[in-house]
């Protein structure tokens, strides 16, 4: 890794204009490109502090060797400047969009002699008209029913070539999908007229040519031509059915698409529905990963940047309106470009309220969906599993196979209501029927260090039981850990115990526990760094186990430690290892977080009257509204308390009695509106 310094620019030779700059590694290649309104102060905060930069940027300078810049002469050529050279240098350090291939396109050849309406997938190419995408049955569905109005050439350029040497046309020639232009039935510019309908019809000119059928068909009947109506009325059926299968979701008169983004730390899902004559005329997704630290505002950006600018089909296709989650970095900038590109004038906004903005809300849905839908997919590809499992076990030094993984996480809100989780994979997969919550209280409340001690000290003694329970013992216990009191019990946590207290016998005609935790794992992944793994470790030293492998992973720099240990592993950021680490952990968080919200908001909604027998949820609520509040309530005589409805002279007394016994601490419990969730006066 190259040091920042050996490289860096004097400030005095850096302009101070607006201009786009590159790093280059070692060997030349360009691996990160931006633009900047003040060169000299933008590349200047990369080499100010290099330490404290963030965890992707820092990466980048150090893998550099060299940096350059062009000046150019405002912000908006630096806009355009930027966008040709991540096209053109694909940085590595740059964020890409990856566009999803899995629906295939309608796709219409202009570019050939004879365009051509077919079916595609994959790159796309110069010179050819898309639309879509959709699913596979509606595709071709859609397909064979234009052709039979706009009968465009569809075989392949071995078919169109064996037609032209025979001078007879395929079986779509013969049964009116195809005009026929290898056999001259059409001039050339005659069938390209006949697709360019077809994809006007497509991109939302439906109604014209729908129009312009009805005209021609009731001239038919006035001419008494009724065979040629009704193959009109035919072909206005067939438009009819393409054009009502998109609902209309906006006003009729709106072009527009709708962007939306959902992200985690790593990867970003964009979705984008493309509105037409106020129909959903196509969808598209990408799924990028965020391997340089950019905010909402730039992945937008750079989002509108690779979509609008990609090639000339696409910028013909620029609709009036750009709906997006937030207002873009650069925006006037790059409302500016993508007017240039339109022809005319484009509006880039943020829908705050109304129909655009619940279309937006249901496209952001997409995007959850497919981020979850790309990291399972990921997570369940056997192979990347297995490679994970490996790069991890070298990474680490391990010498066992990874067969079973456990993940720790607490979580807290001030030291209030904490609580811990324990998730389980094995083989690489979630082992949720094997999740399990702990609530923590006590001293080892009081940190996170002492909690996570606390609950691996817990999970591994019913470890150590459970391994008792199910394997008849004699003799002593080995293991001070597996003391029992007095009475049988196990000794709860934090309590120091004495060597030399023998088991008790264990008694066929009993039936054996269910053992939760009999199964220990390969490796212990506490989140957290250095002082979470330590105390990880002596909990499990304090056992006396030595065969379970504990392993931390912080998450600011993504660094794994070690127990004991004074510098972290580094695992390269495209190693499966690191993303299998990151994905427990996540989900760790995820559980823990849940249960933490489930505990805090039970707590939330406690009552001094909660506690009295026979008095539920409605007459509850029937003597707060009655009385106003806990304090009259508690004032109240047995009688007074009967004049709330639904309260007998035995529940009233009940009540008087449990309010009697609780006046003393009445202070910390305070009393709850059921209906409002208002604090009441105590």
């Not at 991540?86 to 202009?110: C, Q, S, W």
């Not at 030293?541 to 720099?557: Q, T």
């Not at 009385?627 to 007394?653: H, N, Q, Y």
Request: glycine share 8%; hydrophobic share 40%; aromatic share 6%.
């Amino acid at each position: 890794m190259a040091d920042p310094a050996s490289y860096r620019p004097q400030t005095g030779e850096i302009p101070t204009t607006p201009g786009v700059y590159r790093f280059r590694d070692p060997h030349g290649r360009v691996i990160y490109v931006g633009k900047a309104k003040n060169l000299r102060s933008r590349l200047n905060s990369y080499f100010a502090n290099p330490a404290g930069l963030l965890p992707k940027t820092h990466a980048m300078v150090h893998a550099a060797s060299s940096v350059e810049w062009t000046v150019v002469g405002s912000e908006l050529e630096s806009l355009q400047l930027e966008y040709t050279w991540i096209k053109e240098f694909k940085p590595r350090f740059n964020v890409v969009f990856r566009d999803d291939k899995t629906y295939p396109y309608l796709a219409v050849t202009m570019g050939e002699k004879f365009p051509r309406v077919q079916v595609m997938r994959g790159e796309r190419k110069k010179g050819t008209r898309y639309f879509g995408p959709y699913t596979a049955g509606a595709i071709r569905e859609t397909m064979d029913t234009l052709l039979r109005v706009f009968p465009v050439r569809s075989c392949s350029a071995g078919v169109l070539k064996r037609a032209q040497a025979s001078g007879r046309p395929c079986l779509l020639g013969y049964i009116d999908k195809c005009s026929a232009p290898c056999v001259g039935r059409v001039t050339p510019e005659a069938h390209r007229e006949l697709a360019e309908d077809f994809c006007s019809f497509m991109g939302g000119e439906a109604k014209r040519f729908i129009t312009r059928l009805e005209k021609e068909m009731s001239a038919a009947v006035a001419e008494l031509d009724y065979e040629s109506a009704a193959r009109l009325r035919d072909d206005i059926i067939a438009l009819r059915k393409v054009f009502e299968r998109n609902a209309v979701v906006l006003a009729e008169d709106t072009d527009a698409d709708v962007f939306a983004l959902h992200d985690d730390e790593l990867e970003a899902s964009v979705q984008v529905f493309h509105v037409r004559g106020g129909r959903v005329r196509g969808q598209r997704g990408w799924v990028v990963e965020k391997v340089e630290d950019a905010t909402t505002p730039e992945l937008i950006e750079h989002l509108l940047q690779q979509v609008y600018g990609e090639d000339s089909e696409v910028q013909g296709r620029i609709p009036r309106e750009v709906l997006v989650p937030e207002t873009p970095s650069n925006h006037a900038e790059l409302t500016e470009w993508l007017g240039g590109l339109r022809g005319a004038k484009v509006d880039i906004r943020v829908p705050q309220r109304g129909d655009k903005a619940a279309l937006m809300s249901t496209v952001r849905e997409n995007a959850e969906q497919a981020l979850k839908l790309h990291k399972t997919r990921r997570a369940g590809d056997i192979t990347v599993r297995s490679l994970a499992l490996q790069e991890l076990q070298e990474a680490l030094e391990l010498t066992v196979p990874l067969m079973r993984i456990e993940c720790y996480d607490i979580s807290h809100v001030q030291g209030t209501n904490v609580v811990a989780s324990m998730v389980v994979v094995e083989d690489g997969l979630p082992k949720k029927s094997e999740y399990r919550k702990f609530s923590i209280t006590g001293a080892a409340a009081t940190d996170d260090t002492a909690a996570m001690h606390d609950v691996l000290t817990r999970r591994f003694r019913h470890y150590l039981q459970d391994k008792v329970a199910q394997v008849p013992v004699s003799g002593e216990i080995v293991n001070p850990a597996l003391a029992t009191a007095g009475n049988g019990t196990a000794v709860g946590s934090g309590t120091a115990v004495g060597s030399g207290t023998e088991a008790p016998p264990s008694d066929p005609s009993l039936p054996t526990p269910k053992a939760k935790f009999a199964y220990p794992p390969n490796l212990v992944v506490v989140d957290g760094g250095q002082p979470q793994v330590n105390a990880a470790a002596r909990a499990l030293a304090d056992l006396g186990i030595d065969d379970v492998y504990v392993v931390g992973l912080a998450k600011r720099l993504e660094e794994v430690w070690l127990p004991n240990s004074d510098f972290p592993v580094i695992l390269p950021r495209t190693s499966q290892g690191l993303y299998l680490l990151q994905r427990i952990r996540d989900e760790a968080h995820r559980f823990a977080i849940t249960f933490h919200r489930q505990k805090r908001g039970k707590a939330m909604t406690v009552s001094a009257l909660d506690g009295v027998p026979g008095l539920g949820e409605a007459k509850r609520k029937a003597l707060v509204a009655h009385f106003g509040s806990l304090k009259k309530i508690r004032a109240a005589t047995a009688d007074e308390l009967t004049s709330a409805k639904g309260i007998g002279p035995a529940l009233a007394a009940a009540v008087v009695q449990h309010l009697g016994s609780t006046a003393d601490n009445s202070e910390a419990v305070p009393a709850i509106n059921m209906t409002t969730g208002e604090i009441l006066e105590s």
